[in-house]
């Protein structure tokens, strides 16, 4: 099964940019059964959708962030990265990497996910 | 963009009951939406997905109902495992995903 890891700098200034890598184990980020996809939650409260990227490059971004948000994709390193420009304290939030299952007759599903990372915006 | 709407906030249960969670699509979604479980320090568990299909290992007394725009998440007779939170999600239409709010299963 896939193990998923998310890996970054735990603190970032305001108005930088936010850089998280998420490294895939237990199969190939290239074997075309996944999104790979960033989503957030900031303390105590709900999920937010940032982005997803497939294999090939394609990348799909949540309209709300998509002027700050790149995603991009390492297949010789198994590993997709996530990059958040402009960040504010509202980016405050534990940042979970995940893989989104193409799975049959059109269902899509979040199967396995990363443990998740904090990362605080403060000066 | 799809919004999802979960009820109620909180529902308070007592072990060996019956749960049932509400979740509604502001839109048309047919069957595609998914349920996760999430507890404290830990990420997101997949439980439903196509509205009613378990996951893995998900227990039988997890089920899933609805289609269209409104949902439900039963479970049929609450473990102390089972008190969390539970999120619904869309993947009719994307970009973007969205989730529902949550709803907190806590224990009466």
């Known amino acids: 099964q896939l193990q998923l890891q998310e890996s970054g700098p735990g603190l970032v200034k305001p108005s930088e940019t936010l850089s998280l890598t998420c490294t895939v184990s237990g199969g190939s980020i290239s074997d075309g059964l996944y999104y790979w996809v960033w989503i957030r939650q900031p303390p105590g409260k709900g999920l937010e959708w940032i982005g997803a990227?497939?294999?090939?490059?394609?990348?799909y971004y949540n309209p709300s962030l998509k002027s700050r948000v790149t995603i991009s994709v390492d297949t010789s390193k198994n590993q997709f990265s996530l990059k958040l420009s402009s960040v504010t304290a509202a980016d405050t939030a534990v940042y979970y990497c995940?893989?989104?299952?193409?799975?049959?007759?059109?269902?899509?599903?979040?199967?396995?996910w990363g443990q998740g990372t904090l990362v605080t915006v403060s000066s | 963009e799809i919004v999802m709407t979960q009820s109620p906030a909180t529902l308070s249960v007592s072990p060996g009951e019956r749960a049932t969670l509400s979740c509604r699509a502001s839109?048309?979604?047919?069957?595609?939406l998914a349920w996760y479980q999430q507890k404290p320090g830990q990420a997101p568990r997949l439980l439903i997905y196509?509205?009613?299909t378990r996951a893995t290992d998900i227990p039988a007394r997890f089920s899933g109902s609805g289609s269209g725009t409104e949902f439900t998440l039963a479970i049929s007779s609450l473990q102390s495992e089972d008190f969390a939170v539970y999120f619904c999600q869309q993947y009719n239409n994307w970009p973007p995903l969205t989730f529902g709010g949550g709803t907190k299963v806590e224990i009466k």
């Open positions: 196509g509205a009613s």
């Open positions: 990227i497939y294999y090939s490059g394609s990348t």
């Open positions: 995940a893989s989104f299952k193409i799975g049959n007759y059109g269902s899509y599903y979040f199967d396995y």
């Open positions: 839109q048309n979604i047919n069957s595609n």
